[in-house]
């Protein structure tokens, strides 16, 4: 009987201690995700502080400069994972009609290693924005707003491994002045609708669930 009690005590020990190790090596290799942000955002045709710009943009939209210039920079907050980037998705709206988009751009794919930091630019040609009527809104009221989407899809290696392709979807608002810049002085992050702390959540409680099935087998 205390034979028995003695290996029942064994495998309790052995399958909590391979619980805790398993819960532990997930906590050191989860990935963290990427971090985003707007350095700056300039639109040429929406700077009234020069009187050749606002005479243009009043007579002529086709003599002045429509694109819309954005910087980005990215984080990768990992101590030890490589991330691997497909291209980025540019989307840019026009508020407040956030329904459909005015112009699109590309960021060729990229790879970034631990702790690194990139910044890429993309050039936005706007085809639905009607920029009179933006100009005139601007010198006005003093501010006008866009929301730029950005979506694209990483992979993480870490250690030896490379994982599959996660989905990154995050977007910002961003309001810009009548020199045509963003009127906040610091940089904007873009923040995602979803949560990552949800999928990491679920994969607690699968290893909890993984936990649990072994105590019942044994």
């Not at 631990?114 to 003093?142: C, D, L, M, R, Y």
Request: proline letters at 3%.
């Amino acid at each position: 009987m205390s034979e028995s009690m003695s290996c029942c005590r064994c495998c309790t020990s052995f399958i909590f201690t391979l619980g805790l190790t398993s819960l532990f090596l997930w906590l050191s290799l989860r990935p963290s995700s990427p971090a985003f942000y707007i350095q700056n955002f300039y639109a040429p045709a929406l700077n009234t502080t020069t009187t050749a710009t606002a005479t243009a943009a009043a007579t002529d939209t086709n003599t002045i400069n429509t694109t819309i210039a954005i910087n980005f920079k990215i984080e990768n907050t990992n101590k030890d994972k490589r991330i691997y980037y497909d291209a980025l998705n540019i989307t840019l709206y026009y508020r407040p009609n956030l329904s459909f988009s005015v112009g699109n751009a590309l960021v060729p794919g990229f790879r970034q290693g631990h702790q690194k930091k990139a910044f890429k630019q993309a050039t936005v040609q706007p085809v639905e924005i009607n920029w009179e009527e933006a100009v005139k809104k601007v010198s006005s009221n003093g501010i006008v707003g866009f929301r730029v989407d950005l979506a694209t899809n990483v992979r993480y290696k870490i250690i030896v491994w490379t994982t599959e392709r996660h989905k990154v979807r995050v977007h910002a608002d961003v309001m810009v002045d009548k020199q045509g810049k963003q009127i906040e002085k610091k940089r904007i992050k873009l923040k995602s609708a979803a949560p990552d702390r949800c999928c990491h959540r679920s994969c607690f409680s699968g290893v909890l669930a993984f936990f649990f099935v072994l105590l019942t087998v044994w």
